[in-house]
């Protein structure tokens, strides 16, 4: 059975192909457009020509008149589904969420908690029949092959695109306001750790929540008086440090508000399921330190993130969704989701590239690729690392990487600034064997998506001070042999070296610009950055 999925609302499209219910290819638009998050209405044209669904059925070698289905979420713009409009199905945007989390867990039932910016219009406002009311949390409960819904939080869509009663709309009017833009809440997260507890007595009457009950309210008129309010003191300064400060502050109001909701949240859907497992996914989910204090804060044993949890992962989960419920498919057991869903390019592919730049780049096979590659990065150099299949979601997970040595503090602000061309204080990963995990960091399960952040052990602070934030914290990313042969290899060798099991591990691109993909993007932003080595599959390159 082949199936064709489709991700996505407004931004972030996306198209994957499973095959007899394994994910056999997967992408995300910006990949191949180039322009993140795929944002419309700039970017119709590029929409409409879907190129990741043409990516995932040449890669599959599958043509369009043999797919049995065609699936996607109902807040999908339909530009994005124009030359499969016949024959689409479009289910619920937050049971493809759900479907998403759950059916790449390795769970047999699982509560499952879903929340976003807005979700799919689920009917009209009693009090207005002029205004949709927007889905905005939703709880579920997955057992075998089947999702059931427990329960919704919704609002009204109001004026300036606002859903009342969304958390997510609430991270992300803080974001905006202090200046990160659309899609920016990881700046707002990052910047947190800075800020003060100053606000946070004030941002209480900006929302309602009914900890007993799961009821959250948030209102369009609390909305404007929380502009008016961070209007008012990001005005009453102008002095550069105090300006930064006072925004730290806000960020680390609703970064503290957000996780004391979706603590909240959390234990309500434990109540109602009394499940030890719980399964999240949404945009909200990809603030790293609020699953931390999910893990830490709920009677929940286990808990699961799907790593793709922002609209993007629509596509596995609307696909999904179509192979286990809509074809009465049983859930797969003891499943490891593996995010590493993109093609592999072919050697005769990555010499042909190498060999259009050669009056430009040097390049070789060494024998010992992962000693050399060790010593230049104990060296303080600075790697790009491309391998293999590139990885679903926007996280790096060491086939489209930067790597760097974190023993060396000054390297957070080389990469901001020399490679990255971003704001100083946003932190970078570590990526660290497993094994050793336990030593460096107060998190007791792996975390194989860096979708968890953890207090770095106040002995290990001095010795990986790169990846250390300010709070102390790293948002930890762990491989095995199984999960990630080839950078557990590098990393091993790295250890031989150094004693440290882990390096930095940041993505494989520039400001602005999605992570690569094709080894023709990876050396052209080798070459337009100041990377000092790239590293495609066996191959060493360096400048002339």
């Not at 590659?373 to 926007?394: D, R, T, Y």
Request: hydrophobic share 35%; aromatic share 12%.
């Amino acid at each position: 059975m082949n199936i064709l999925g489709l991700g996505g609302s407004g931004h972030s499209f996306s198209a994957c192909i499973l095959k007899n219910g394994e994910i056999k290819y997967a992408i995300e638009e910006e990949r191949l457009n180039k322009i993140k998050h795929s944002l419309l209405p700039d970017n119709s044209i590029h929409i409409a020509r879907s190129r990741a669904s043409t990516y995932c059925l040449e890669a599959a070698k599958i043509p369009i008149d043999q797919l049995d289905l065609v699936i996607g979420n109902d807040l999908m713009n339909e530009l994005y589904y124009t030359k499969f409009r016949d024959k689409i199905i479009l289910i619920n945007h937050h049971l493809a969420h759900a479907s998403s989390c759950y059916f790449t867990s390795n769970y047999a039932e699982s509560a499952i908690l879903v929340i976003d910016g807005r979700g799919s219009n689920v009917g009209f406002s009693r009090k207005s029949q002029d205004l949709e009311s927007i889905e905005t949390v939703s709880y579920y409960y997955g057992n075998g092959n089947k999702i059931k819904e427990l329960g919704k939080i919704s609002g009204q869509m109001i004026n300036d695109f606002f859903p009342a009663n969304s958390v997510g709309e609430f991270y992300d009017s803080i974001t905006r306001e202090i200046g990160f833009g659309f899609l920016g809440d990881g700046k707002t997260m990052g910047l947190a750790a800075y800020g003060k507890d100053t606000y946070v007595k004030e941002f209480e009457r900006f929302y309602y929540f009914n900890i007993n009950t799961g009821n959250f309210k948030r209102t369009y008129n609390q909305n404007k008086k929380m502009k008016a309010f961070i209007k008012k003191i990001l005005q009453e300064v102008t002095d550069e440090s105090e300006i930064f400060q006072r925004k730290a502050d806000l960020a680390y109001a609703v970064q503290f508000h957000l996780e004391k909701i979706v603590i909240g949240f959390a234990n309500f859907i434990y109540r109602k399921t009394k499940s030890k497992n719980l399964c999240l996914s949404g945009g909200v989910f990809l603030n790293s330190v609020a699953n931390y204090k999910i893990l830490k804060e709920t009677p929940f044993e286990h808990i699961y993130v799907f790593p793709a949890a922002g609209d993007s992962g629509l596509s596995i989960g609307s696909a999904l969704y179509g192979y286990h419920v809509l074809n009465n498919r049983p859930k797969k057991e003891f499943y490891h989701f593996s995010p590493f869903l993109g093609k592999e390019y072919q050697e005769e592919e990555i010499l042909d590239i190498l060999r259009m730049y050669d009056n430009k780049l040097t390049y070789e096979k060494p024998l010992n690729l992962y000693d050399e590659v060790a010593n230049f990065i104990s060296l303080n150099k600075i790697i790009g690392w491309f391998q293999g299949k590139s990885e679903f979601g926007p996280r790096a997970l060491g086939n489209r990487s930067i790597l760097v040595n974190p023993q060396q503090g000054e390297m957070k602000g080389i990469l901001n600034h020399r490679i990255k061309k971003r704001e100083n204080f946003r932190p970078f990963a570590p990526t660290i064997i497993e094994e050793y995990q336990a030593d460096f960091f107060e998190l007791d399960i792996a975390s194989h998506y860096m979708l968890m952040i953890s207090p770095v052990k106040n002995e290990k602070i001095i010795k990986i001070p790169a990846v250390t934030h300010v709070d102390g914290s790293a948002r930890i990313h762990t491989v095995n042999k199984s999960t990630n042969y080839k950078l557990f290899k590098l990393i091993s060798a790295f250890k031989n070296k150094t004693n440290i099991p882990l390096l930095l591990n940041t993505s494989f691109n520039t400001n602005n610009m999605p992570i690569v993909e094709s080894p023709i993007d990876a050396v052209k932003c080798f070459l337009e950055s100041k990377m000092d080595y790239l590293v495609i599959e066996d191959f060493l390159i360096t400048k002339k």
